[in-house]
């Protein structure tokens, strides 16, 4: 006779999905917590309507979600199966002829669900609030430069420095701004008045039409060496990048992991392309120094010239072709490519090895099992998210370590103390 466990497997399912209810919206409420304070300073504290700012919050929703997933999982799995063997359940499963397995199986079903679905919360939602909150965001720029441009204050961007005067609509009194060309010159324009603009549709440029220009302009390489002019009028130009409120511009970590990847492999045909330049030049320069060589030898034999001189040239040449066989060619922007492509991945699939940690884990638990269970969940959150900090911290500052290896090495170590925890559980 065949046995069905179609009743057990729902019943574990729905302890579980009851306990990752309650574990997500912990953590959805601490993310989300945290994203309010983060748009406190730049967004609730300025006119801006509540509608707009409800908004704001939805489009950040995403990010907050696809992170609440994995945590729910593991700590709701921990409850569920705390509960279970603190009420003696498991025993009674046992006792009853249920083999653990049937007790895993919905829980590794509902992993990989939650899985998938923090996966395409991350890959496809979170680049689309990006750009809805990019959107949003720069309509509220124009109609409140305040976001910004606050009255009697400097604003440092990557490129320029603004110090503004007073702040009336869409108008700003007394601006000053610092910033360096492209040729490297050291440019100050002042402006007594300067108003914000749409730039021809261009979703990447805030523009700033000035009037009353007076513009001074230096050469750090000439001292005393100076130009300066004057203009009714001049438009200035600000990309949303360079904003310090970063106006969630699409980085690797808000796009698409296909787009992501496409980069990547331009990046990488691009490495590869100065790499082999490189080696053409150290071939070249080895080359060079042979005939250099033959032709010092020469020299010296026919007396035109003297060992000691020959020798200190041949030795600048062969320090020149060892230098630049021995400097690295690297791309930092590939590394951090590389290594938000894999964190797409490992974030979102660690509900599936938090399930595989957590169920031995919460097999020993014998009493207060839900408790117990949500604070190893708490210690083990913690735990992994310094692990996938440093793991990126680690990948930035050494680009020779793999991406794979310090993306997944988080996952790697949760999932050896579940193994850890289901030998020892083996044992007793």
Known sequence: MIRHYSRISVYVAREFVLSFVV?????????FVNQILLLAEQILTRRVPPMDVVRLIFYSLPSIVALSFPFGALVGALMAIGRFSSDNEIIAFQASGVPTRRLFAPLLVLGTLLSLGSFVMNDYFLPLGTINFGRLYRELLFANPELELEPYSVKYYQQSTLVTGEVEGRTINDLLIIDRTEEGEQRVISASRASLTESGGDAGIVSLLLSDVFTHTTRPDRRGDFAHSEAKGMEYNILLQDITFSLRSLGP??????DVWQIILDRRESLRARRDEQQRLVTSLRHGLAVDYADAVRRVHAGDTTLQRVTRDLDAAARRA????????????????????????SIPFACLTFVLFAFPVGLLTRRAGRAVGFGVGLLVSTLYWSLLIGGQTVGVNNPSISPVLAMWFPNGVILLLGIAAYAWRAKR
Do not use: C, Q, V, W
């Not at 574990?23 to 993310?31: Q, S, V």
């Not at 066989?325 to 797409?344: C, M, Q, V």
């Open 23 to 31: 574990a997500f919206l912990f953590f959805f409420f601490i993310f």
């Open 253 to 258: 970590r808000e796009m698409a992991s296909y």
């Open 322 to 345: 060892r230098d630049e066989a021995g400097r690295p060619i690297l791309d930092r922007t590939l590394s951090n490519y590389e290594l938000e492509f894999h964190k797409k991945f």
